[in-house]
């Protein structure tokens, strides 16, 4: 066997072609432009392809009576059956646009087929939030507990991810998380993205992927942004708690092969607590696309993003007991902050035939960061109280080109594909501190106070060999790291450096029993990075934990209008030393494992009605740890999240939403709770022409409930005894917004 598929990769790189092939050109009817990643699928065989940026696509080893199927979200689906005439000849394609809807996409042997069905989940039902996006991922929850303006906390497959430590995110290739961040390792803000931008989702879930690198444990998610829009919108809404959001989307070029459009959004609101937040938001971005049609594409976006900010904190639960407080009020409503992000980013794709192409990204991004906060009240200073402040000023320059080429191998069932890339992020951060304060204007005491340079360099590799059913994707990734961090604290010039090297192997199988089931068994080393305090303060031991991943499940699609996915997972993280960002200290973490389960339905009703649901069981536990006092603080359990989403009923849409989670231990022993909730979400539209009014509903039944929960030692003003118990952030109760929108 080994010898086998030797002599097959041999014959591919000497270029023998198959015995039939079909070629051609995939056009959309609305403008009789080329479709780029169309589907292209052998229905017969199993064999697959995309088209490229002029519309192409290429299929070896096709024969008479064999069924080739064209497939995109949002166009219909096309079939041929091959005849004689079809053998080695081209065809043109011509597809309609329709409604996205679960039977425009196929099971295909692709290591991540899940992500192209959660596309049918956005596209059905449109996220209000940049955030809100990451809901649509099956078991990930997100809650913000500073009035909206930090990075949501996450919790994903056993992990409280904080801000973003094990999970990698990335917009059009340009990363989001922070490395170093003056507020916690892995920080991903994204509301610098307008959400009405967001094109398609790619996500994965464990470390199986050769392209993804820091912080790709629990998983990773790429957002994809709208290459062009088809017409110009303007929306308003308003809504409780004096909020307001405008947005505006206007194509400012419409040429024969370029394009470009500027989106721009504002958002006000005092928010639902008793201090009013003063929130205010700005957002800006410009895209240019310019696409030949033929071998080559490329994007040049521009954006900003800023943001301001007063918070009410997480409270304590007696403090809301004994009536201090209200569920609304705070302890220190000084606390907030304000935050900028300024990103330019380019990618450009250029095919250099049927079978190549090179893929290339860069970006350059000036951000900032101020945070106020106060957990723990009057714990550790009875006279000014305990305000820190978290600042650092930031610019991060990356690159990376990936050199793709397939093969069609000289027999039936056959196909190679490879890709290698190679790249490098540098962080430039200054001033990065943690300060004592007192109402955000007087300096107490400065407990960090330095400045930090991160380099990662990277090279991977991938191989997606498919043969008869099979297909076998082994990776390697290779990771450089250097970590600067000059202390500015000191009276001498004191800096210190390590560096790192971390090998990653892949190894994923998938067994296409059926053009209706997938069947995987995924395997792969990942990791996240430590803060470079941590690194120099731990002499680069122990500081690029290995997180080990293994997934072996099913998608399945019985129907056209039916699929069920389900997968038993594991995974295990090696010690860590983490940096406490709130109190500048190294804490070390031992061992942990992570068993879980998932399973996920989608159901198109009618062509009409959309249903889809997700339930997610995860078991976290510290093996180092006596058992009762293993359990990982805030880890969630059960989750689960869906809804019903209709459109196109005598000229209304809506849906139906809701999210479940259940209670959580907030402490090793279990001895505190985090309370867990169940929330609906309504949304309705009414369009006429071109305008369109609707109604947006947050926690439709009014219910009580937590967005985030600590276990946190804390003392009042009054009190002469600090208490550890939940300290909370309460969710939204109804919120009620109405929307206008126009298109032309």
Known sequence: MKNHIILYIVLAFCGIASAHELDGKVISEDNQKPLQDVGVYNKTTGAYTYTNVSGYFELDDISVGDIIYFYQLGYESYELTIDESHLDSTVNITMKIASASLDQVLIVSKLNVLSNFVDVDIKTSPVKSSQEILRKIPGLIIGQHAGGGKAEQIFLRGFDIDHGTDIAIDVDGMPVNMVSHAHGQGYADMHFIIPETIDN????????????????????VDISTKNTIDKNVISVEAGQFNTVRALSMIKIWDGENSNAYVASEMNLTDGVFDSPQNFNRLNIMGKYNYNNYDDQEFNLSLSHFQSKWDASGQIPQRAVDQGLISRFGAIDDTEGGNTSRTNIWMNHVKHFDEHSSLKSSAYISQYDF????????????????DQIRQYEDRTIIGAKSVYERSFHLDDHDQQLKYSVGVGFRYDDV???????????????????????????AFSFANLSYKINKWTLNPGLRLDYFTFDYEDLLTTTYDSKSENKVRLSPK???????SPKTQLFLKTGLGYHSNDTRVVVANSGEEILPTAFSTDLGTVFKPTDNLVINTALWSLFLQQEFVYVGDAAIVEPSGKTTRLGVDFGLRYQISDKVYFNTDVNYAYARSTEEAEGEDYIPLAPDFTSAGGINFKDVGGFSGGLSYRFVNDRPANEDNSIVAEGYF????????????????LIVE???DSEWNETQFATESRLFNEVNPTEEIHFTPGTPFFLRGKISVRF
């Open 370 to 385: 101020e945070l106020f906060s106060n957990f723990t009240f009057f714990l550790e200073d009875p006279v000014n109280a």
């Open 430 to 456: 200054n001033d990065v501190q943690l300060s004592r304060t007192k109402n955000r204007k007087e300096l107490l005491e400065r407990l960090a106070f330095g400045n930090v340079d991160e380099l990662n």
């Open 507 to 513: 190894m994923n199988f998938i067994y296409a029993a």
């Open 679 to 694: 929330i609906t979400d309504l949304n309705l539209n009414y369009s006429c022409k071109n305008w369109t009014f609707g």
């Open 201 to 220: 989702l790619d996500f994965g879930k464990g470390s199986y992927y050769a392209e993804k690198g820091n912080f790709n444990t629990a998983g990773y």
């Open 699 to 701: 926690n439709l039944f």
